[in-house]
């Protein structure tokens, strides 16, 4: 059975106050949708069955996850740079940063930080293989939407994620507030459809645990759109390669700077050295995790370059969220 979902034009117009507003009521629960792609009006996604995904993700399978910046680096050396030899030197700091083996990336500061409950990790599948990124819940009509990078759901361009699984307030291990399985997924077309690194965010809507919502649960952070550039934000993320273990989480905070390498990205920047398994992590604007949410950790270059970029969230974003948000 094909399922389609439309955006209206309301909603699109409602500005981020409103929004927040409308992501403080609750609402029913419907069942989850067939296992179909579609795309609407810039947004793709797909429905997926939650059959005892939860289980499957046992703590041995959660700390052997491979850490999604694998996903990103193949997204980012799929892209065209200005020249040639910048795509190539992109390539080649994408790939040092990765694995964590360039001793010329000197160590910046990072803070080590106690679990947040809206903040976790996410554990999905694509192409069989088990990959692990870092999400956030976010405020929305149906209280049980989860933020996260674009390629930490679909492959950019390809295929979407199966056993999507949120896990707040990981650590060591543990799951104080329980596995959150996703009944649905989404990302801008853009990515999508051809993985482009400007658009890498997606959402998930995730199925209610225990009969009760997940934002209800550990709360949500509100979002921002269209916002000024060049902001201080706070980022967070569970790194998982050397010298984090992806166990516990961290945080860098700084002021956004544009990409030097590849301004089409539009992308921004921040002082940070979050490894892998940080992808997905919710940037806020301010110095808390109290703030509003206005990006994700997104990729990094190794040799030259020790920061975390994340996407502009501008209206192409927006609109992924809406339709996340208002999904039942």
Same mark, same amino acid.
């Given at each position: 059975?094909?399922?389609?979902?439309?955006?209206?034009?309301?909603?699109?117009?409602?500005?981020?106050?409103?929004?927040?507003?409308?992501?403080?009521?609750?609402?029913?629960?419907?069942?989850?949708?067939?296992?179909?792609?579609?795309?609407?009006?810039?947004?793709?996604?797909?429905?997926?069955?939650?059959?005892?995904?939860?289980?499957?993700?046992?703590?041995?399978?959660?700390?052997?996850?491979?850490?999604?910046?694998?996903?990103?680096?193949?997204?980012?050396?799929?892209?065209?740079?200005?020249?040639?030899?910048?795509?190539?030197?992109?390539?080649?700091?994408?790939?040092?940063?990765?694995?964590?083996?360039?001793?010329?990336?000197?160590?910046?500061?990072?803070?080590?930080?106690?679990?947040?409950?809206?903040?976790?990790? *996410?554990?999905?599948?694509?192409?069989?293989?088990?990959? *692990?990124?870092?999400?956030?819940? *976010?405020?929305?009509?149906?209280?049980?939407?989860?933020?996260?990078?674009?390629?930490?759901?679909?492959?950019?361009?390809?295929?979407?994620?199966?056993?999507?699984?949120?896990?707040?307030?990981?650590?060591?291990?543990?799951?104080?507030?329980?596995?959150?399985?996703?009944?649905?997924?989404?990302? /801008?077309?853009?990515?999508?459809?051809?993985?482009?690194?400007?658009?890498?965010?997606?959402?998930?809507?995730?199925?209610?645990?225990?009969?009760?919502?997940?934002?209800?649960?550990?709360?949500?952070?509100?979002?921002?759109?269209?916002?000024?550039?060049?902001?201080?934000?706070?980022?967070?993320?569970?790194?998982?390669?050397?010298?984090?273990?992806?166990?516990?989480?961290?945080?860098?905070?700084?002021?956004?700077?544009?990409? /030097?390498?590849?301004?089409?990205?539009?992308?921004?920047?921040?002082?940070?050295?979050?490894?892998?398994?940080?992808?997905?992590?919710?940037?806020?604007?301010?110095?808390?995790?109290?703030?509003?949410?206005?990006? *994700?950790?997104?990729?990094?270059?190794?040799?030259?370059?020790?920061?975390?970029?994340?996407?502009?969230?501008?209206?192409?974003?927006?609109?992924?969220?809406?339709?996340?948000?208002?999904?039942?």
């Amino acid at each position: 059975m094909t399922i389609t979902r439309t955006l209206a034009t309301s909603l699109m117009s409602l500005s981020t106050a409103a929004l927040f507003t409308l992501a403080s009521a609750g609402g029913s629960m419907a069942a989850p949708p067939a296992p179909e792609n579609t795309d609407v009006r810039g947004v793709s996604s797909t429905g997926l069955i939650a059959t005892a995904e939860a289980d499957y993700w046992t703590p041995e399978r959660m700390r052997a996850a491979t850490p999604g910046e694998v996903l990103a680096k193949k997204a980012l050396q799929r892209q065209t740079a200005t020249a040639p030899q910048a795509a190539e030197g992109a390539g080649k700091r994408a790939e040092t940063r990765i694995k964590g083996s360039d001793p010329s990336v000197q160590p910046l500061a990072n803070a080590s930080e106690n679990p947040v409950p809206h903040i976790g990790k *996410v554990f999905f599948t694509l192409g069989g293989a088990d990959y *692990v990124c870092s999400a956030n819940s *976010v405020a929305s009509t149906n209280r049980n939407t989860v933020s996260t990078a674009g390629h930490c759901l679909n492959e950019g361009p390809g295929a979407f994620a199966t056993r999507f699984t949120f896990v707040p307030a990981y650590l060591n291990g543990a799951a104080p507030y329980g596995k959150w399985t996703a009944k649905a997924l989404y990302a /801008p077309t853009q990515w999508s459809s051809s993985g482009s690194m400007q658009y890498d965010t997606g959402f998930a809507v995730m199925s209610q645990l225990n009969g009760r919502n997940l934002a209800d649960v550990v709360g949500a952070s509100g979002v921002r759109f269209n916002a000024a550039r060049g902001l201080s934000y706070k980022a967070f993320g569970y790194p998982a390669a050397s010298p984090f273990n992806g166990e516990s989480l961290k945080s860098c905070t700084g002021t956004a700077t544009n990409d /030097p390498y590849n301004p089409q990205f539009n992308s921004q920047g921040i002082p940070c050295n979050m490894t892998g398994g940080s992808s997905g992590g919710p940037w806020f604007i301010g110095t808390s995790s109290g703030g509003y949410q206005n990006s *994700v950790n997104s990729y990094g270059y190794g040799s030259n370059s020790t920061k975390m970029y994340g996407p502009y969230w501008g209206s192409v974003i927006q609109a992924a969220y809406n339709a996340a948000a208002s999904a039942y």
